[in-house]
């Protein structure tokens, strides 16, 4: 084998070795996202289901698939997700379980503040917290 298919062959190698590492800690943090997300992260990115697939199985259109699987991924690799992986035990439990609501479950305000039975501006205040040791 020439030198420069070798070079050919073990950067390939070297490429797939870091996508399979992206792919794997994508897995990871996708298990925090709600059952929903969690399971469409899983089909494309663990099982390999091309987005048109999915699409038709959910009976979904692969262009609002698409935006979605897109967003999820902005969302898991965005700072305010990995502070929450990283660091959720500095919080109160009352900041931590909103947090985890709208970080990493991907809830609105709204729901959040339903869902842990607090107001709208408490929510909001838990939220501003986070926001505010994320970027320290």
Not at 36 to 56: F, K, P
């Amino acid at each position: 084998m020439s030198y420069a298919i070798e070079i050919a062959t073990e950067a390939g190698l070297a490429r797939r070795h870091r996508r399979r590492e992206r792919v794997e800690r994508l897995l990871d943090r996708a298990v925090h996202l709600e059952e929903s997300d969690r399971l469409l992260i899983e089909q494309v990115y663990r099982h390999g289901v091309g987005i048109v697939d999915v699409a038709r199985l959910s009976g979904q259109s692969p262009k609002n698939l698409r935006r979605r699987v897109d967003k999820l991924l902005k969302h898991i690799n965005g700072p305010l997700f990995s502070f929450m992986l990283a660091h959720s035990d500095l919080l109160s439990e009352a900041t931590r379980r909103t947090a985890d609501l709208v970080v990493l479950k991907g809830c609105s305000l709204r729901r959040a503040s339903e869902i842990s039975n607090q107001s709208l501006h408490q929510t909001r205040q838990h939220m501003q917290i986070v926001q505010a040791l994320a970027e320290a």
